[in-house]
């Protein structure tokens, strides 16, 4: 029934997302995607392999946030790949579940888990080449039919096609970009003597906020800091910057304590 749910919201929302900047319907979508219903925050546990020297941080961020919750439900596969599969990212690789309203969801759509089994789901979605996403979500708590919404978190692990949240995010409307936040304290910086402008960055962004000017790539004022461009440039010249980590740790915490109640 999940799967059902799911599969026939996703349609909705892809369209809903690509209208989100058009005039007149921007201003009917706008509430969908609106704060605290729609809350997002990216940690790029994704280039720990590329970037192994400083990229473990983000790892540490969610496996610290993991052992201070007491209810964690892992699926046992990601919905939006089960349902639109893609090469390279497996659907076995599930997205968690925070918090008492989690206890509501099926046991055939997988199982409670500890913090320590958690952390190394994270490691797995981390070697996958998987974006964390720490989601606070309508469309989350409709689809699997738990409640209270109040008392319910998501940690998906995404590609950039499939997934509800990063994809169609090129043309987005304003409620939907800030629906979509990076962790401040985490910032994506070039070096401009090792980018020969190739394209690779500005091509495969997903949110469009990389740019090629005068030979050399320029980020967008809205980059997300996912790290998916510090993965894909061939010349290593993309790195992400992490300032001091109890700072981003208190960050972390205090946006999912602002939208829901999952025991921090």
């Keep these: 029934m999940t799967f059902f749910f799911v599969g026939m919201s996703l349609p ?7 209208l989100s900047s058009v005039p007149v319907l921007k201003s009917i979508i706008a509430p ?3 704060y605290p219903y729609n809350e997002v925050t990216v940690l790029p546990i ?5 970037q192994p020297e400083s990229a473990a941080l983000p790892l540490r961020l969610l496996e610290r946030m993991l052992t201070e919750i007491d209810d964690i439900f892992l699926l046992k596969e990601c919905v939006c790949r089960k349902l639109h599969p893609v090469e390279g990212y497996p659907a076995a690789v599930g997205c ?11 046991p055939t759509h997988g199982r409670r888990v500890t913090s320590a089994e958690a952390a190394k789901h994270v490691r797995k979605a981390s070697e996958a080449g998987l974006v964390a996403s720490v989601a606070h979500t309508w469309i989350d708590a409709v689809g699997f039919g738990i409640y209270p919404f109040s008392k319910l978190m998501f940690i998906c692990f995404c590609d950039d096609s499939s997934c509800i949240f990063r994809s169609y995010m090129q ?3 304003t409620n ?5 936040k990076k962790l401040p304290g985490v910032t994506t910086e070039i070096d401009a003597k ?3 402008g190739c394209g690779i960055c500005a091509e495969k962004c997903f949110a469009a906020e990389m740019r090629i000017e005068n030979g050399i790539a320029v980020i967008g004022d809205d980059c997300k800091a996912c790290g998916r461009c510090v993965e894909l440039c061939p010349r290593k010249a993309i790195t992400l910057r992490f300032e001091d980590e109890e700072k981003l740790y208190r960050t972390l915490v205090e946006r999912v304590k602002a939208v829901a109640d999952v025991g921090l």
Excluded: E, Q, T
């Design 46 to 50: 994704n280039v720990s392999v590329v």
């Design 32 to 34: 969908f995607f609106s």
């Design 12 to 18: 909705i929302i892809k369209w809903a997302k690509k």
């Design 171 to 173: 043309k987005r409307g």
């Design 96 to 106: 968690m579940a925070l918090g008492p309203a989690s206890r509501m969801i099926h």
């Design 176 to 180: 939907l970009n800030l629906a979509y």
């Design 194 to 196: 090792l980018c020969d």
